[in-house]
């Protein structure tokens, strides 16, 4: 709405080299930041324990944010994660008693993927709105998980717990795997014909009809890669907590919805990237230990979290008005 | 009352685009604002409503110096403006748009038999009788839309009308009746901002005309002292003869064919061939089916009876990728909601219809998707040269049309339909386009060119055929016909 356009001011951009790296420069000080305050105002942050159960602890945010970024790019939403990741957890859990581990592992991804691509056709195909679609999984999944046990299921397979506790030097395995999903993922929406078609869709999904695209097809991909992803997460979280219950994950679409939008992705689709999703992450992850660390209460720290999280965006919307 | 403004500049980001902007306006008048885009001229509309912020300069407003600091203090001083964009609420009535906020009550509650009235006699006193208030806004043709945002700018009985390319949805007896309500308005004592690029309704119309070229007032005159040429050569430094390329039909072998083509309630039994190296136009006023027609025959929308054929067997596309497959282009009538991703930069738009061909192994082959989006921009001439990792959303209206020809021209296709390709176009991408039409037809293209302007259908193609409501009512060669005869073919009156 060019006709619209109100008095515009202009705010200071970082480029280096013809590359715009406000986004980078941003998060990069933000984290240092947080990661300063918490260093000297806490014994126990710098501790190898602490940095450990931070580098595992950000693992479920993260993959649950790459995959509800994709769907946010396409102008979609995906609420269901949540109840994905209690049910994979249960499934692979339960299948892992009787099943070799690989079996059980990719039975909880392939679960994740399945709820996706149902969730996918609902939207593409028949034209219901994302919100309600994955409202409905999030309680239809969430049941089903109960239906599979009512009771938390233990693993009697030791080797169950290798994918959430094994490291790899200094660095958990998860998290590893949680880094790779961005690195892949970001080279996935930047620098192939799929990634770059979903970006365009949620930016005019018309216009990419019209070019020949099959609109559909890459809507349900969306929803398959955060299926994939909620599916990932819960395996790897019940592998780290030992236990796998089918009560787990409430809320936790609102964590990962949180990082994809301080990360500057844009509700109505078409802009986000990985790169800044995961420094949505990190932020939110931080804050979540700090406020752990100084010993706020859990009620306190959603208050705060959710203010932090305006914040945040607050700063992020003023720096955008600049075009 | 009467306006002026007195040496106004504007910059944004360090870049001036007006330098010293004198325009002044009396009540009764009807000021013309032409220019090529980019000219400025959108920019001065935007300060003269609010919407933007002078850099440098003054406002007078009946001898008082006023600064305004959005579009609310704009309309407080009786300035209101139609834009070109469309800003009516779809999912609301015509009376809900019209009123919006200023319903009549009856015990607190909107009194609605009374606020459909009210809505009535506002359009009746626009002269746009024929629309009925209780129609959702987003039902209306596009034409009727803009009738609509103009009897909504009426409301508040502004003495400032701003109307930026009124005209350019609305043809016919539509145009009649905006030329109607705009001399009421001036018998009344309102100043008229007129924007427009159509420079024959500029002479017809107004008192005064304001030539604009690259950010500057380079002429004020009146349309007893110029004329089309003239005004031509002023904004554009170019003469009329010289915007249209000769013509000279070679015709070649059929490329495509359409059959009895049908679809409900939008046209029925359309038939016609395009030849290799023609280009043919098809007019037809607002609501005439044409665009529909062009979707259809492009895979956009099913058809309901009626058969597409390419030589060689290719046909009946059901998506617009398997036309695009068999050699089928389409450039849409609205660029922004069909025809680019306004947030994606000029390349990744450009290199949208070759993204899924264009790749090494799973990645875009990136080193070749520049080169080719590089070449298109030569090629188009789209300004400014190094525009390619720009947001697409910020060049001019005719280098963001120039942008979605690069999309289509890049598929390589044989025949190229475009759908009304330079509406809101300035004068000099205009020539540029029918400059590669011409140039397209000749190395064997077809191309359908889809136009409600009358002298582009004559100027620039071989061979007109005519829609009336859904069918086609007439054919007829460039070259020995006449606005007068296609125009009668048009509302149905056979000659």
Redesign the interface.
């Known amino acids: ?7 515009t001011r ?1 705010y200071p951009r970082l480029v280096l080299g013809g590359r715009d790296l406000t986004v980078e420069v941003v998060f990069v000080t933000l984290v240092v930041l947080l990661v300063a305050v918490a260093a000297s105002t806490s014994d126990t942050f710098l501790t190898q324990t602490n940095l450990t159960n931070l580098l595992k602890q950000m693992v479920t945010t993260g993959l649950l944010a790459f995959g509800m970024l994709v769907v946010i790019l396409t102008g979609g939403i995906d609420l269901s994660v949540g109840s994905v990741v209690a049910f994979s957890g249960i499934l692979s859990a339960g299948l892992v008693s009787g099943l070799p581990l690989p079996v059980a592992i990719v039975a909880g991804l392939a679960a994740g993927i399945v709820f996706g691509l149902i969730n996918g056709t609902l939207v593409a195909r028949f034209g219901l709105a994302p919100f309600v679609v994955t409202l409905a999984a999030l309680t239809t999944i969430r049941g089903l998980a109960f239906v599979y046990s009512e009771v938390p299921i233990s693993p009697e397979n030791e080797s169950f717990l290798t994918l959430g506790s094994a490291m790899v030097g200094p660095i958990p395995l998860s998290t590893v795997i949680m880094l790779a999903v961005f690195l892949v993922g970001g ?1 996935f929406l930047t ?3 799929a990634g ?2 979903i ?2 869709i949620g ?2 999904a ?9 609109v559909r097809k890459h809507v349900i991909l969306a929803y398959a890669i955060s299926g994939a992803c909620a599916g990932l997460a819960g395996v790897i979280l019940a592998s780290r907590v030992g236990i796998a219950q089918p009560s787990v994950g409430v809320a936790f679409e609102l964590d990962a919805i949180a990082a994809c939008v301080i990360g500057g992705a844009s509700l109505a689709g ?2 986000g990237s990985a790169k800044a999703t995961f420094g949505g992450v990190l932020v939110l992850v931080l804050i979540n230990n700090l406020l752990n660390l100084y010993g706020v209460q859990s009620f306190w720290q959603q208050v705060l979290k959710g203010l932090i999280i305006i914040a945040v965006i607050l700063v992020q919307r003023t720096n955008r008005a600049r ?1 | 009352m009467s306006l002026e403004l007195r040496g106004v500049h504007k910059d944004f980001g360090g870049v001036e685009v007006l330098h010293g902007v004198d325009l002044a306006g009396r009540p009764g008048e009807v000021l013309a604002v032409v220019g090529a885009n980019g000219a400025g001229k959108s920019t001065l509309i935007k300060i003269l409503s609010g919407a933007l912020s002078m850099s440098a300069g003054e406002m007078w407003m009946d001898g008082e110096r006023v600064g305004l600091r959005s579009p609310h203090d704009a309309h407080a001083r009786g300035i209101r403006t139609v834009y070109q964009e469309l800003t009516l609420v779809a999912q609301l009535s015509v009376t809900e748009n019209l009123l919006m906020g200023n319903f009549p009550r009856r015990a607190g509650l909107i009194d609605w038999p009374a606020a459909h009235r009210r809505a009535g006699e506002l359009l009746e006193e626009a002269g746009f009788g024929a629309i009925d208030p209780r129609t959702l806004a987003g039902r209306l043709s596009v034409a009727r839309q803009q009738m609509v945002e103009i009897a909504k700018a009426l409301v508040s009985r502004p003495r400032v009308l701003i109307l930026d390319e009124p005209s350019a949805v609305l043809a016919g007896s539509d145009l009649d009746a905006l030329f109607a309500l705009i001399r009421r308005l001036q018998e009344q004592g309102v100043l008229i901002i007129y924007v427009s690029h159509r420079l024959a309704e500029v002479l017809d119309l107004a008192t005064s005309i304001v030539v604009i070229k690259d950010g500057r007032v380079i002429e004020t005159t009146e349309p007893a002292r110029t004329g089309e040429d003239e005004l031509i050569r002023l904004m554009a430094g170019r003469r009329l003869e010289q915007i249209y390329p000769g013509r000279r039909t070679e015709r070649g072998e059929a490329s495509l064919t359409v059959t009895g083509l049908t679809r409900e309630g939008e046209f029925e039994d359309v038939s016609f061939t395009l030849h290799a190296g023609e280009i043919v136009g098809l007019f037809g006023l607002v609501g005439s089916g044409r665009s529909e027609l062009a979707r259809c025959v492009f895979g956009a929308e099913p058809a309901g009876a009626g058969e597409v054929r390419l030589p060689g067997g290719a046909g009946d596309f059901r998506t617009p990728g398997e036309a695009i497959a068999a050699g089928l282009a389409l450039v849409t009538e609205d660029r922004k909601r069909s025809g680019l991703v306004l947030g994606m930069t000029v390349r990744d738009n450009i290199a949208l219809t070759t993204l899924h061909s264009t790749r090494r192994g799973p990645l875009i082959d990136a080193a070749r998707q520049r080169r080719d989006v590089t070449e298109m921009i030569d090629r188009l001439n789209i300004q400014p040269a190094h525009c390619a990792s720009m947001a697409v959303v910020n060049l001019s209206g005719g280098n963001q049309q120039k942008a979605v020809l690069a999309k289509w021209l890049l598929v390589g296709p044989r025949v190229l339909i475009l759908d009304e390709p330079t509406r809101g176009v300035d004068m000099a991408t205009r020539v540029d386009i029918y400059r590669m039409i011409d140039e397209l037809a000749r190395e064997g293209l077809s191309v359908l060119l889809i136009s409600s302007d009358l002298t582009e259908v004559l100027g620039a193609t071989d061979r007109v055929l005519v829609m009336n409501q859904g069918r086609i009512s007439g054919e007829l060669r460039s070259d020995q016909t006449t606005e007068d005869e296609i125009l009668a073919y048009s509302i149905g009156l056979t000659v």
Not at chain 1, 1 to 7: C, E, F, K, P, S
Request: glycine share 14%; hydrophobic share 30%.
């Open positions: 709405m060019t006709g619209q356009l109100t008095n202009r080279v620098r192939t014909p770059r078609s970006v365009a930016g005019n018309e216009t990419v009809r019209l070019a020949g695209i099959n078409g802009r075009t």
